[in-house]
């Protein structure tokens, strides 16, 4: 607990839940945008799988450079202050980088169940009629939050191990640059190593598009554990190079 009243006074000045509140306002506004632009009777009958397709490509496009500034955020009042010698004086490295990893956690999880909710909220705006479809809702939450925490255990270690933030924010730039290329070329075996394209690599959600009649039929596929469980190996992976690499840090 004195870890995490400490970690909390450090941070409280940060305004890193603002840059949350103001991605999720993003997508909420294109969403909202282009749900209104859509067919009535295709919102009626398939907008819950619209949006559950469209909101991981929102993800890919706003939340690499989002997790890439809030780890920096949270990371980089020790770096500018040069107070790392004197903090590991005082408690263990490894406290250093989990209490970190914990506040962003928490971040995600609030950002994470909003964005779930604002699936059902503009469906029942729009009188989706579509049966709610629970299990890729749930899904889609499950996903994104795992994927976006590993994505954090990434940049926060790129935070905590560089001297100028820069660049693990060209970094999270980046990523959002490779999940737009992943978005339009999803069959490239490439897209399923990149690790900033998994918000829709692990979709539960697929379209068929007709150029002839340019309508958008949207079904479901099965969960691809084996990719997921795959991802979550490499998670695990940065988090122990991170973490190993953070303790042995000259300070």
């Not at 060209?170 to 190593?193: D, S």
Request: charged share 10%.
């Amino acid at each position: 607990m004195r870890l995490f009243q400490s970690e909390l006074k450090k941070i409280r000045r940060r305004h890193i839940g603002l840059i949350y509140i103001a991605t999720f306002l993003a997508i909420f506004m294109w969403m909202a945008w282009a749900m209104g632009r859509m067919d009535a009777p295709l919102i009626a009958s398939q907008g819950y799988y619209y949006m559950l397709l469209s909101l991981p490509l929102m993800n890919s496009i706003f939340l690499p450079t989002l997790l890439a500034c809030a780890e920096s955020r949270i990371c980089d009042i020790e770096l500018k202050g040069n107070t790392f010698k004197a903090l590991c004086t005082m408690q263990p490295r490894h406290s250093i980088y989990h209490i970190k990893l914990l506040f962003s956690a928490l971040y995600l999880l609030f950002f994470t169940l909003a964005e779930t909710a604002l699936i059902p909220a503009l469906c029942s705006y729009y009188h989706v009629l579509q049966p709610v479809p629970a299990f890729h809702i749930g899904a889609f939450f499950f996903s994104t939050y795992f994927v976006s925490l590993i994505l954090s255990v990434l940049q926060q270690s790129l935070s905590l191990l560089s001297e100028n933030q820069l660049f693990p924010l060209f970094v999270g730039v980046g990523g959002t640059f490779v999940g737009i290329f992943t978005a339009f070329f999803p069959n490239l075996p490439v897209c399923y190593l990149l690790p900033w394209g998994y918000y829709h690599v692990v979709s539960t959600i697929n379209m068929d598009y007709d150029n002839a009649t340019r309508l958008a039929t949207y079904y479901t596929i099965p969960f691809p554990w084996a990719f997921f469980l795959g991802f979550l190996t490499f998670g695990i992976l940065i988090y122990l190079a991170g973490l190993n690499t953070f303790i042995k840090k000259e300070v």
